[in-house]
């Protein structure tokens, strides 16, 4: 088996490779803008009534009624003065006394009511003067309130617009700091759609991805694949069939070899002092030599427990002895009484490795590698091959330089290749912890998968450099829960143990269908895929510095299942902007051994140190426009009130809302229709993100983009620049965004 090459993202910072996702985790950010302002309607013109007016003038005359009586008389007395003085009743002088005092008393009668008409007329002339000020007075609030609701419509528009655009299914990464990962629990399906998200990881960067599936079903089948048509080649070795082919453990020390030898030997149950195994299978190595083949090895048991003046010259493991060699290795080795019974033990219990690497092929590096046993060899078989596959690992781990030293500082390794262990149940408990020591101390992330809870897992729960995951459990939810309870430092969040319905019916959809092999598959990769370019034509390679992040959506999407069934169901995923729920089909769960026993098949229960979140590690989710790279952590939320349409911080929150629409959240982010950016906004239409933009968490909730500054100070996280300083335009223009996905 070839060594490990060095990571072609080795130099790229660890926001941007060294990422490892489980899966994707559904949360609302943007909180829903509410409904639409109203807008505001101009009250009834208001005029003087008629039937006020009528009452105003009858109000008068009634007033002025007496008046008008007294006039009337004073008239007639006036008339009759005349009259009198003709007729020589009166005489002159009284009858134009008379006259004259009517006339006198008249006078002042005439100019009252003369005011009081005049008044009348000036009480009508100033409630038309007041009415008409109202009415301006209207007009000028309502059209304020017109520009308040024009204001408040834009920036409900805008948040409307960045919440419909907005990411939901955020990803779910290992913790930095953090070497191993634990899965306890789950189906085949689930460890499936596992298996592809974290080799999507791989790929993505051109890491190493190296898979011990000790399960003997096909949980490997969509990953390869989707490494297939990434024109990615894997390797592939099916043991025992393939120890031949396999140098996994013949290119190392003696010392090395020995432990691996005598670990695979004490696998089988048959021997209880694995050191005195090494000790013999070291002297023997270092009497016919460091690299030697298993063989000679078994050759060497074998002249143990021959007499010397045994020829036996029918053995074929004998002959490949020379008689020098015998004798040294009896001269060696029989110092022990029981050396022959042990001897004899341990050369049955080495023989079916006998072929390791005997007809080895060229040895050249792949990127993904697969060592899977033989489900027809028992469960027997598949715990000695893969204790041996799993021991040389842990020396090639153990054996890799550490980092180089920066300022008097070791720089934390990049943890850009991967080691998956399937059914590690398996496995001897102490070969799991030399592998978990490995990794704690090289730059390779190991992830061990459990069908059961059994003790090696629950006991690192606790411990700070494993993280722990939980999948759908049967028999054993007792126990696990009560080892979750222990472990969960932090009070949980409901939102963040949320089973979206996606979730529940992806996992029904697509059941075992993903571990159906084919017959050519299960005899060689080669028949599946005879021909060695994918459809687009590129030529089948060992490995891939790295895939272009819509290319590899589209992969997922048309190679796995995974993928085509996602797509059918996203419309599953698309609730409206005023929606109240923030999050609309989800279902809340517990950490109860009930809850952990209703687990979806592609849920986990991730064991963060912030708290337990519940991701999905459906691969597909990766095709859904509302899915990110991005972290919920990488995005920080504006703290605002989303009811925009209402009222206050409405125009934060537009703002803030244009920039997380305008400039992305991830590698894979794209806009969706109507979600196109608001005036002002400094991304691309319709928030899409371009090629491989991605959120780094050296800076963190840091929203990248092109124009990461604007996203900042939308936030309110950022210091202000001078707007008369411009950037120079530093580097090629971006790369072209491929609209055609």
Request: glycine share 10%; aromatic share 4%; proline share 7%.
């Amino acid at each position: 088996m070839p060594t490990a090459r060095s990571s072609a993202a080795a130099s790229t910072p660890r926001g941007e490779a060294g990422r490892t996702y489980l899966g994707w985790r559904h949360r609302i950010v943007l909180p829903p803008p509410g409904p639409a302002p109203r807008r505001p309607a101009p009250a009834d013109a208001r005029t003087l009534s008629q039937e006020w007016v009528a009452g105003q003038l009858d109000s008068e005359a009634e007033t002025n009624r007496p008046l008008y009586f007294a006039l009337g008389g004073l008239g007639l007395f006036a008339l009759l003065c005349p009259l009198l003085w003709t007729l020589r009743i009166l005489p002159g002088s009284l009858a134009l006394g008379g006259v004259c005092a009517c006339a006198a008393i008249a006078a002042p009668v005439v100019f009252a009511l003369l005011q009081s008409r005049q008044v009348m007329a000036t009480r009508l002339e100033r409630a038309e003067a007041r009415l008409a000020e109202e009415r301006a007075e209207r007009e000028r609030a309502l059209h304020e309130q017109q520009r308040e609701h024009a204001r408040r419509y834009t920036e409900w528009q805008a948040a409307a617009r960045a919440f419909e655009a907005q990411p939901r299914w955020y990803g779910v990464t290992v913790p930095a700091g953090v070497s191993s990962v634990l899965v306890v629990g789950g189906r085949e399906a689930g460890w499936s759609a596992l298996l592809t998200t974290i080799g999507i990881s791989r790929l993505r960067e051109g890491g190493d991805l190296t898979v011990v599936d000790l399960t003997g079903r096909s949980v490997t089948s969509e990953l390869v694949r989707l490494a297939r048509r990434c024109a990615v080649g894997p390797r592939r070795w099916v043991l025992p069939a393939d120890l031949p082919r396999m140098t996994l453990g013949t290119n190392l020390d003696a010392g090395q070899r020995a432990r691996i030898l005598s670990a695979a030997a004490a696998a089988s149950g048959g021997l209880e002092d694995a050191d005195a195994d090494e000790t013999l299978l070291l002297r023997l190595l270092e009497v016919l030599g460091p690299d030697v083949g298993v063989a000679r090895l078994i050759g060497g048991l074998r002249a143990l427990v021959t007499p010397e003046d045994d020829t036996a010259e029918d053995d074929t493991a004998l002959a490949l002895l020379t008689e020098a060699e015998r004798a040294r290795v009896r001269e060696r080795c029989a110092d022990d009484p029981g050396i022959r019974e042990r001897a004899w033990t341990l050369e049955d219990r080495l023989s079916p490795f006998e072929a390791v690497g005997t007809r080895a092929d060229d040895g050249a590096y792949a990127q993904v590698k697969i060592i899977s046993t033989d489900r027809a060899s028992g469960e027997g078989a598949a715990r000695v091959y893969g204790t041996y596959a799993v021991a040389a690992l842990s020396e090639l781990l153990e054996a890799r330089a550490p980092e180089p030293a920066v300022g008097g500082r070791a720089v934390r390794p990049r943890r850009t290749r991967s080691l998956v262990v399937c059914g590690a149940e398996t496995l001897p408990t102490e070969e799991v912890d030399q592998v978990l020591a490995a990794a704690s101390e090289g730059d390779v992330e190991v992830v061990l998968l459990f069908r059961t809870a059994v003790p090696a897992a629950l006991e690192r729960f606790s411990d700070p450099a494993c993280l722990p995951v939980v999948m759908g459990l049967d028999d054993d939810a007792e126990e696990v829960a009560r080892a979750v309870e222990a472990a969960v430092s932090a009070e949980a969040d409901p939102r963040d143990l949320e089973v979206h319905r996606l979730t529940e019916v992806i996992g029904a959809a697509v059941g075992g269908t993903v571990l159906e092999p084919s017959e050519d598959e299960e005899e060689d990769d080669d028949l599946l895929f005879p021909s060695p370019h994918t459809e687009s034509g590129a030529l089948i390679r060992n490995a891939a510095a790295s895939i272009v992040p819509l290319d590899l959506v589209r992969h997922v999407r048309s190679t796995t299942a995974w993928g085509r069934v996602t797509s059918q169901a996203a419309e599953i995923d698309t609730p409206g902007p005023n929606d109240e729920e923030e999050a609309p089909g989800a279902r809340s769960r517990g950490l109860d051994a009930r809850a952990l026993r209703g687990l979806p098949s592609t849920a986990a229960l991730v064991l963060t140190p912030g708290g337990p979140i519940l991701a999905d590690t459906n691969p597909g989710i990766l095709t859904l426009s509302t899915a990110t790279l991005a972290t919920v952590d990488d995005t920080r939320n504006t703290g605002t009130s989303g009811n925009v349409g209402s009222g206050g911080g409405a125009g934060a929150t537009a703002r803030a809302s244009a920039s997380r629409s305008g400039t992305g959240n991830g590698g894979f982010r794209r806009g969706r229709a109507g979600g196109s950016e608001p005036s002002g906004g400094t991304g691309t239409p319709g928030g899409a993100a371009g090629p491989d933009r991605t959120v780094r968490d050296d800076t963190p909730g840091a929203t990248s983009g092109d124009d990461g500054n604007d996203a900042a100070e939308a936030f309110g996280t950022a210091g202000r620049t001078d707007p008369e300083k411009v950037p120079p335009n530093l580097g090629p223009p971006p790369e072209r965004l491929d609209w055609r996905v």
